[in-house]
């Protein structure tokens, strides 16, 4: 099951990274991502009612999604969001401790890394994929630079990507790309205005196909 779900958000290549203030809006959004064609949605433990969220969504969405859950920092919210039903764990760090949870319970771990050294530590521990966290100032570069001496790891761009970058993400080497703030654009938010939310998400969908097409 496990290689299923990571086969395809990596398919997908657009995971969107949820951050909301009520879980009223935080269900909107989640529900406005999957309409515009993101299957992969994390959503983040800093936001008001997320494990909620998650089990509300996982029901309602079905096989339509797959549910994550982001901004873990201990392996108790791991498996507190893991039973809820997030089928992939994602972190800012990376805790060994919550590899080692990921990989009892057969989810997908995704740590968050930045240095060489710390990128590797993370795929040796079990990490399925490596998120390259923070990207802004990065760049796809540095991507690009990690993948020749690293080509086996699996990486993620994650802060800082938006639709003039993207692409740039993915033909650097990039699975997939996770995008908050540039998708879930707060002003649509405010002014709920959840189909341009789904025509944005579906633009970012589509800037992925259309770079892995020219890619090769």
């Not at 039973?83 to 060994?96: E, K, M």
């Not at 990039?174 to 205005?193: C, H, I, N, P, S």
Request: charged share 20%.
């Amino acid at each position: 099951m496990k290689a299923r779900y990571l086969g395809e958000i990596i398919k997908s290549g657009v995971v969107g990274v949820i951050r909301a203030n009520s879980a009223e809006e935080l269900m909107n959004i989640t529900l406005a991502l999957s309409k515009g064609g993101v299957k992969a949605l994390e959503i983040t433990m800093t936001s008001p009612g997320a494990l909620e969220t998650i089990k509300a969504v996982t029901s309602e969405l079905g096989d339509g999604a797959i549910i994550g859950v982001g901004s873990v920092l201990d392996s108790e919210t791991a498996r507190a969001a893991i039973l809820a039903g997030a089928q992939f764990v994602v972190s800012p760090v990376f805790r060994p401790e919550i590899v080692e949870l990921c990989r009892r319970y057969d989810k997908i771990c995704i740590p968050g890394a930045f240095t060489p050294t710390e990128i590797l530590s993370a795929w040796e521990a079990g990490a399925d994929v490596v998120k390259i966290f923070p990207a802004t100032k990065l760049g796809p570069g540095y991507i690009k630079d990690l993948k020749g001496p690293l080509p086996q790891i699996k990486v993620t761009p994650t802060g800082g990507v938006n639709l003039e970058n993207t692409a740039d993400f993915i033909k650097a080497g990039a699975e997939f790309v996770g995008v908050g703030g540039a998708m879930v654009d707060k002003t649509l938010v405010a002014q709920k205005k959840w189909d341009e939310l789904s025509e944005l998400a579906a633009k970012f969908v589509q800037a992925v196909a259309d770079a892995r097409i020219s890619f090769g």
